[in-house]
């Protein structure tokens, strides 16, 4: 699609995505929001950028084969769900670090959900942007 | 040797073959002292199944039989096959099928049996179609699986079928439980079903004729399975369960009438031959024939016969095929009518020929004398029928001398040998070292039966009996019937030789007419079930999505209708709650969508309109609180709106061809209102039933205390039920890497 406009649109339109995404992400737990749909989201900003720009600049700028990150975050979450059996606990059990906690206020908390969460949205991205992409050069 | 791979795979099958050898010669005294050596380790414990292996006399026979021949054989094949570039992977596969050899002759339980059975039918499946190049030997590595692996599959259900009846799957202890299963009414089934699976391994009639088709396997494979070991698993089995299923009138009949007739019918057709490999693998289904037919009885003298002439055969036979094997190799061919005088070119090979073919034809002092004095002894020993049984065993004995003579003088004393090969010259010590010490151990045994009689075949022939026996091997019997069957043996057998030309011309003229054989019948079965199985396919994979379409969405509202009527599913709607008025805005919009999508001509129109359609169900989802869930929805459908778009860009517009007829127009839209009234009668039930919230509650109570969220989705997602994600992702990952696959490796048409 030989459109300036919409390839100049693409990408400032890409990089709120993304961001939102990963705002998304972050918030997912005690918000609307997670793993899987950032995922998607961010998904849907690579998509947008690859049907302006095309599969080869897409695949620029994901740096790495899109296969690689989906099976990364596979990767990803089976550590997640890994990582409580360090501890004796059953698998994919969250283990969770308070940090700066008070008697009141449990502060920032980090546990494997959030890493099981990236591990997701990694899989989701990259299994998406992937199918795009094959498809996109197929054509 | 060229490769390393090669090496390790000659070194270590050698060295765990005589390892494995050594050790099983180390327990024959206790062996034979009546002291079985078991292993037992658990493996499946919920089904009963454990790895358990029992080393008795039948056992360590056959035992000392593989490992020791697998010795000479993998020996001889790092001489035969030398910078041959997949020597490495034959040595591996006769590795392999040495210990599924084994494994299936120490099995102690029934379904381990069974799955070294069915790994000795896979490994030989590799071997004999070694040479993959060629198209006959991968027709004949296929029949050798198709008809063997058919007959494990019916033995399995026989083995089952026992195992029930007498409530173990310890083979030792069903061995024991003859009574129990002879009085059984499915005795004749259960029978029936273990003999199939017996009679498809050891080539007996009328599953007779893949073992000769399997002669396209190289020659040390044919001589390790084809002669010495697979083949006799069928044998092993038949010895092996006599006890639990013989001595009825229904086995005696069976095993004598069936090794009879595989007897005899072999030995017509081994003289036909004039490749002398072909000559000895019909020889070998004559023995197996010979074997089975001595099975049949529980005398004891019969079954003493059967144990003897098995290892005579193995030694010989073995022996044989690898001097055959010899023959081609340095000269090239393997037709008896091009092949003489050999002696001067090949003496080593010569002297092992004659030593092996003087076994076969039972001349004394070598030990198929005493195999063969033993079988006529037993054959007239047997009550039933002593002159049928008696008069095969001559007539197939009268074959082995002709075949005997026919190595001796015609191929290597007699004649000169019309070859390509300039000069033919003796092979390496490698490859008549294996068949020089089997065709000797033919001769010392022969010599000192009492080497083998008291340690190996009494304890094997204890186990096929059932009870204690002393076993007394000698060479002179003194002038009895069975010399004098002997002495007619040889004079029957060297008049047929002196004949032979004339007898194969007229046993092919007869053979020319003769309306079925079992090759032929295989085929006619093969390509009956290839052709079946592409019109089924044709007819269910027509490869038209909207037939797939179709049937899916047919069957779907059909089978939901039928449900439904059966089983009276109330739908009271009176119950169904008040909508939003913005939610009935949307519904309408979506209406009016779904139509659009139904009537227009643009692809792009019907997608968008699609598109409408999928953010409505996002924003319903919205309306009612799923937020998530919206997202989800709102995400996937713009995915796949932009993903259709792309695709559908590169396509022409609709022509109107591809447009169903006015008939299947309506046919379509009758399906597509279907499914929606049935999918929405769905909904509304599910609406006015009382709704079950109590997992929702936990959820709701448990997601801030326990998984520190508030947002109970993606806790659900993230922590409570997380396997499921997990599960889900990996799809999602699959799925890709299929698609990518799918689209990446299609050759590009287009593009040069």
Known sequence: MNSIIFRTVSRLLMGLMLLFSLFLLWRGHNEPGGGFIGGLVAAAGLVVYGLADGPKSMRLILRFDPAAIALTGLFVAVVAGLMPLLGGSDFLTGLWLFIGSTPTDKGLALGTPLLFDIGVYLAVVGGVAGMVVAIEESI | ?752
């Open chain 2, 1 to 752: 040797m060229p490769h390393s791979s090669t090496r390790a795979g000659f070194l270590v099958g050698l060295i765990s073959a005589a390892a494995l050898c050594t050790w099983f010669v180390i327990q024959v005294p206790g062996i034979a002292a009546g002291q079985a050596k078991v292993i037992a380790v658990d493996w499946v414990p919920r089904l009963g199944v454990e790895l358990s292996f029992r080393l008795d006399g039948l056992s360590v026979l056959f035992c000392l039989l593989i490992s020791g021949i697998g010795v000479l054989v993998m020996l001889y094949t790092s001489g035969y096959f030398k910078n041959h570039r997949d020597q490495g992977r034959l040595q591996w596969l006769l590795f392999a099928f040495m210990l599924a050899m084994l494994g299936l002759v120490t099995a102690d339980n029934i379904l381990l049996l069974f799955v070294f059975w069915e790994l000795t039918t896979i490994t030989s499946f590799l071997l004999v179609g070694f040479d993959h190049e060629n198209r006959k030997a991968r027709r004949s590595a296929l029949q050798a699986l198709l008809i063997t692996g058919g007959g494990g599959l019916v033995l399995l259900v026989g083995l089952l079928m026992v195992a029930e009846i007498a409530g173990t799957y310890k083979v030792s202890e069903l061995v024991a439980s003859g009574e129990l299963l002879k009085n059984h009414d499915a005795y004749a089934v259960v029978l029936g079903l273990i003999l199939i699976g017996a009679f498809t391994k050891s080539a007996q009639f009328p599953f007779h004729f893949w073992l000769p088709n399997a002669m396209a396997a190289p020659s040390p494979v044919s001589a390790y399975l084809h002669s010495a070991t697979m083949v006799k698993a069928g044998i092993y089995l038949l010895a092996r369960f006599q006890p639990a299923l013989g001595g009825t009138d229904l086995w005696f009949y069976t095993l004598s009438i069936v090794g009879a007739i595989t007897a005899v019918w072999s030995s017509i057709m081994a003289l036909k031959q004039t490749d002398l490999k072909l000559m000895l693998a019909w020889t070998t289904v004559m023995a197996l024939g010979t074997l089975t037919l001595f099975l049949g009885s529980d005398v004891r003298i019969a079954a003493l016969a059967a144990m003897t002439f098995l290892i005579v055969h193995a030694f010989y036979k073995c022996a044989l095929f690898l001097v055959i094997g010899n023959i081609d190799y340095a000269s090239g061919t393997r037709e008896v009518d091009r092949l003489g005088g050999l002696v001067r070119a090949l003496p080593v090979t010569a002297v092992i020929a004659m030593m092996a073919s003087f076994s076969m034809a039972g001349f004394p002092p070598f030990l198929g004398f005493i195999g063969k004095e033993l079988k006529y002894e037993g054959a007239l020993a047997i009550a039933g029928e002593p002159y049928l049984i008696a008069a095969a065993a001559l007539a197939a004995n009268a074959m082995m001398v002709t075949v005997a003579l026919t190595i001796v003088i015609r191929v290597f004393l007699k004649g000169e040998t019309h070859s390509d090969r300039e000069r033919i010259s003796e092979v390496s010590w490698r490859m008549w070292a294996g068949p020089f010490i089997l065709a000797a151990a033919g001769l010392l045994a022969g010599v000192f039966p009492d080497l083998l009689a008291k340690s190996i075949i009494q304890p094997a022939l204890s186990e096929v009996l059932l009870r204690e026996t002393t076993v007394k091997l000698s060479l002179w019997h003194g002038i009895n019937v069975p010399l004098a069957m002997s002495i007619a043996t040889v004079v029957i057998g060297a008049i047929l030789f002196f004949r032979v030309g004339h007898i194969r011309r007229q046993i092919i003229r007869v053979m020319r007419f003769w309306p079925v054989t079992g090759d032929r019948t295989y085929q006619r079965a093969l390509s009956g079930t290839e052709r079946f199985a592409r019109n089924l396919t044709d007819r269910i994979q027509s490869g038209s999505l909207s037939q797939y379409l179709t049937i899916i969405f047919s069957v779907f509202a059909i089978a939901v209708t039928i449900v439904w009527i059966t089983h009276r599913v109330p739908l009271d709607i009176t119950k169904l709650t008040a909508v939003p008025p913005l939610a009935l805005v949307i519904s309408a919009l979506m209406i009016g969508a779904t139509i659009a999508v139904a009537i227009s001509r643009s692809r792009m129109l019907s997608i968008c309109a699609l598109g409408i359609v999928g953010s409505g169900v996002a924003v319903l989802f919205l309306i009612f609180g799923a937020i998530d869930v919206a997202i989800t929805q709102l995400m996937v459908e713009t995915l796949f709106v932009v993903l259709i778009a792309a695709v559908m860009l590169k396509l022409p517009m609709f022509t109107g061809q591809e447009h169903p007829g006015a008939g299947g127009r309506t046919r379509d839209a009758s399906i597509a209102i279907g499914c929606g009234i049935v999918i929405g009668l769905i909904t509304m039930a599910v609406g006015v039933s009382p709704l079950d919230l109590s997992i929702t509650d936990f959820y709701e109570q448990a997601s801030l205390p326990l998984a520190y969220g508030r947002n109970i989705v993606n806790v659900i997602l993230v922590d409570f039920r997380a396997l499921d994600t997990l599960g889900e992702v990996a799809v999602v990952a699959i799925a890709a890497l299929a698609v990518i696959a799918l689209l990446t490796v299609r050759p590009q048409k287009h593009s040069s």
